[in-house]
């Protein structure tokens, strides 16, 4: 380091910089293109259903083969970006869903819709574990929550996006335009993650002064980690399990909200893209608020352990409500509701994204949401088949939202046997 590095880092004047959070609107970017792609399908869904003249089990066997899909690449995406760095690996995740997402508009029948959904899914598994890893590396761990809430809320604005623009580019040019359009979204993000995307180390219009500071957390090794040597420890399975209870809930969400508007209040193509902006809205607020209340309870000197915990219960109670939502009379009391919980969902993700880096150092965290998305893909393939018959025998989806409701509490409840301190993994050694 020269000397005017050390007189820049040693000045109480030297400023930080800012460049991180550019680093965070490319992660925002990407998550908000695979939300658009994913729920092009969910939008779509009430009208295709007539137009293909699929059933409700049908329907979710469809989902089901995207769950599928998303669970085997999960399975494998976070050791792969673990091996090849966040640049290669996000770029191949984000090269195989957009041809995935263009090759929708081929599709004619439930059997060609699955096999789109399935290499849909197989791309968009490397999102998070990529994303999750790259905050790691370009964030202090007091930052990390923040960084995983703004990123995680694209989740979010394509869930908003989608209801906008896709029933516009169905009815204008019809519907196989909805997936060509999603997939060149996703080919232009590619062309500039290439382009400009460095590590910390390697980007030189990062100041001395900001990498000192995304560097500011002690040391941590670098080896690889293997699965059955994380697997060992109670704090990954405290993740998988807050995956595998509150990841289907999500998925109902996306995949059946446009379904249940238009069978409980005859909402049509182009009128579910209000109220399905109003719950995603909500969403978005419920990511950005989850990860800085957790940040709040830090600055006020709450331990990790507490802080962390506490946004998440604030967040699992504010799902609660959403029981009511089946039985409403009013469309936007059921809206309300439904976006409450939303944001609650959307604010307890970004926490529990962020307990990967929390309890793992950076170099196992992508494996670590790897595994816990698995878990998590495996449940949407369980709820997916259970919607699909239970639409289909008994058409009310009051037990979806009892299951809502209660699954959040469940879930932190078992993160907290399994977890009680949030104490860092020793992976070094085996030992919890």
């Known amino acids: 380091m020269s000397g005017g590095d050390r007189a820049a880092l040693a000045s109480p004047a030297a400023k930080v910089g800012m460049y991180r959070w550019r680093v965070c609107a490319m992660l925002l970017a990407a998550t908000t293109i695979n ?34 899909a998303y669970a085997i690449g999960l399975l494998c995406a976070g050791a792969v970006i673990d091996r090849l760095g966040t640049k290669a690996g996000y770029a191949i995740a984000i090269c195989v869903w957009s041809i995935a997402a263009m090759s929708h508009s081929l599709a004619a029948s439930v059997a060609g819709f699955m096999i789109a959904r399935f290499l849909l899914g197989l791309g968009e598994a490397g999102n998070f574990p990529a994303a999750i890893k790259t905050v790691a590396e370009w964030f202090p761990r007091r930052e990390r929550a923040f960084a995983t809430g703004i990123f995680n809320s694209g989740s979010n604005i394509g869930a908003i996006v989608a209801p906008l623009l896709v029933p516009v580019i169905a009815v204008t040019w019809g519907w196989q335009a ?57 704090q990954a399975w405290a993740f998988v399990a807050a995956k595998f209870i509150t990841d289907p809930i999500w998925w109902f969400f996306l995949f059946w909200l446009p379904k249940f508007l238009n069978a409980e209040y005859g909402l049509t193509l182009l009128a579910l893209g209000l109220p399905l902006v109003a719950i995603f809205v909500l969403a978005d607020v419920g990511s950005i608020l989850g990860g800085w209340l957790a940040g709040r309870f830090l600055r ?26 089946a039985q409403a009379d009013n469309l936007w009391l059921a809206v309300a509701l439904i976006g409450l919980a939303t944001a609650g969902h959307q604010g307890w993700s970004a926490n529990v994204f962020t307990l990967t880096s929390d309890m793992f150092p950076r170099h196992a965290v992508a494996s670590v949401v790897g595994i816990g998305g698995f878990a998590g893909a495996v ?16 058409g009310s989806y009051l037990p979806v939202f009892l299951m809502a409701g209660s699954a959040y ?19 070094d050694d085996g030992a919890a």
């Open 300 to 325: 006020l000197g709450w331990s990790v352990n507490r802080a962390r915990k506490g946004a998440m219960l604030v967040c699992a109670l504010c799902v609660v409500p959403i029981v009511f939502a």
């Open 178 to 234: 909805a997936f060509l359009f999603t997939g060149a979204l996703s080919a232009t993000w590619l062309a500039v993650w290439l382009l400009t995307y460095r590590t910390p180390e390697q980007q030189p219009a990062l100041s001395v002064a900001e990498l000192a500071h995304i560097r500011s957390d002690p040391p941590e090794p670098s080896a690889k980690v293997p699965w059955r040597r994380i697997l060992r420890h109670r």
């Open 35 to 68: 939300y658009v792609d994913r729920q092009v399908l969910g939008v779509l869904a009430p009208f295709l259903q007539d137009e293909i003249g699929w059933s409700e089990m049908q329907y979710g066997a469809i989902v089901t083969a995207f769950q599928a």
């Open 409 to 427: 509490l469940v879930a932190l409840l078992i993160v907290h046997l399994l977890a009680p301190q949030l104490a860092p993994a020793r992976l």
């Open 379 to 394: 449940g949407g393939m369980m709820i997916a088949t259970f919607i699909g018959w239970l639409l289909q025998t008994t």
